[in-house]
């Protein structure tokens, strides 16, 4: 049973999310500021956060970074929940390190499977031992683990997916879409662009120059691809 924290000053959409949550076969913790929250972070260890936005006293911004930058909690998911819709306010979150953004209203099935999906993809590791080696960057799968040069390198669970996608079938040019729907398991209508946001991100953590990368090239037109040796 995984355990999930849901964070929203609004009781009500607490209930609601907790409610269907439970339902799906979840154990649901609850906050409705940033203090509890990343008291109950730091307190209970959840399997993922799903955290609205805009709270009381520390907002999801803050939160995201808070855990993002602390070693122990860094591979936490989190899934971000707001009314705020904005582009450039869903870009922020997503290079914050969210690993998914779901805009107010929502319907309570979305944010059921958005959970499942992103659960899947932390917890699915292969049977065998599976390493991935390309130049310096290597990727252990079952350690889910990810080092350039030995350098141990810190990725979020949609960041880690996507690498690991690209680093499978490295020289294939993948799509957006294609790398929402095979790389993150569901699709939504939208997602496809919030893939930009992670190939910056991937390449903030991967690239020696992420202005001149080496190992995530864009094929204008198409999408991205990881180069083959």
Do not use: C
């Not at 500021?33 to 956060?49: F, H, K, N, Q, S």
């Amino acid at each position: 049973m995984s355990r999930i924290l849901v964070v929203d000053d609004d009781k009500q959409i607490v209930r609601l999310v907790q409610s269907y949550l439970e339902r799906a076969g979840h154990q649901v913790l609850t906050a409705h500021d940033g203090e509890m929250a990343l008291y109950t972070i730091r307190r209970e260890r959840p399997d993922l956060v799903v955290l609205d936005l805009m709270l009381p006293d520390r907002d999801g911004w803050e939160i995201t970074r808070t855990v993002r930058s602390d070693p122990t909690l860094a591979s936490l998911p989190i899934i971000m929940l707001t009314a705020r819709i904005e582009d450039t306010d869903k870009i922020v979150g997503l290079e914050l390190g969210a690993d998914d953004y779901i805009a107010k209203p929502f319907n309570p099935h979305e944010v059921v499977a958005r959970v499942r999906a992103v659960l899947r993809r932390v917890g699915g590791a292969p049977a065998t031992p599976h390493v991935i080696q390309v130049g310096g960057l290597r990727m252990d799968v079952d350690r889910h683990q990810v080092s350039l040069d030995g350098t141990p390198i810190e990725l979020t669970p949609t960041e880690f997916d996507l690498l690991k996608l690209l680093m499978e079938q490295r020289g294939h040019a993948f799509t957006r879409m294609e790398l929402v729907e095979k790389g993150l398991g569901y699709n939504f209508e939208g997602l496809d662009r919030t893939i930009d946001s992670h190939i910056k991100n991937l390449r903030r953590k991967i690239e020696p120059n992420p202005s001149q990368p080496t190992y995530i090239e864009t094929v204008y037109g198409v999408g991205y691809r990881l180069k083959g040796e």
